[in-house]
C-alpha cells in the first residue's frame, strides 16, 4: 500500500499557514502586511511633498525633505514647545533643507487624518516661508486650523 506523504501539512495535521508577505512590484520577496508607524509617516510625507513638488518644482529647485525623529534643541531652549520642522537654508556644501520631526508631529496627532492634516499644515507653511509666498497660495485646501 503506497504511502501518503503529509508535504502540505505541519506535524500537528493543521494546514499550511497563509502568506507571511504580500507579493509587490518593488519587493521581489514581497512586502509586510502591516507597515511600522515610521513607514506610515514617511508615506504621508512623501504624498505631500509629491503634490507640493508637482506645483511649484521650478521654485523649490533642489530643497531637501527630510525626517528625523526628534529635534536637536540647544541647552538654553526657553521656548515652552517642541519645533515640528526646521529649515536649513543652503550654503556653499549643501541645498536648502526642510526637516520635518517625526515623533513631535505624531504625538499631537490622535488619528491617520489628524497625522495626514498635520503634515500637510506643517509642509505647506514652511515651503510658504521658503518662497515668500501665502499658505494659501501654496497649498488650495490649506487651513490654519
Known sequence: ??????????????????????????????VPLALSRR?????????????LEERW?????AV???VE????????????????ASVMRSDSVRPTRLVLFRRPIELRCETSDDLGALVLTV????????LG???EEIHPGYDPG
Not at 39 to 51: I, K, L, N, P, S
Open 1 to 30: 500500500m503506497p504511502r501518503r506523504t503529509l508535504a502540505a501539512r505541519d506535524r500537528r495535521g493543521h494546514g499550511p499557514r497563509g502568506q507571511a508577505v504580500l507579493p509587490g512590484p518593488l519587493t521581489p520577496g514581497g
Open 39 to 51: 513607514e506610515r509617516f514617511d508615506a504621508t510625507v512623501a504624498g505631500v511633498v509629491a503634490a
Open 57 to 61: 518644482a521650478d521654485e523649490l529647485g
Open 64 to 66: 531637501e525633505f527630510v
Open 69 to 84: 525623529e526628534v529635534p536637536v534643541l540647544p541647552d538654553d531652549w526657553a521656548a515652552t514647545t517642541v519645533p515640528l
Open 123 to 130: 509642509l505647506v507653511e514652511q515651503v510658504s516661508e521658503l
Open 133 to 135: 509666498r501665502p499658505p
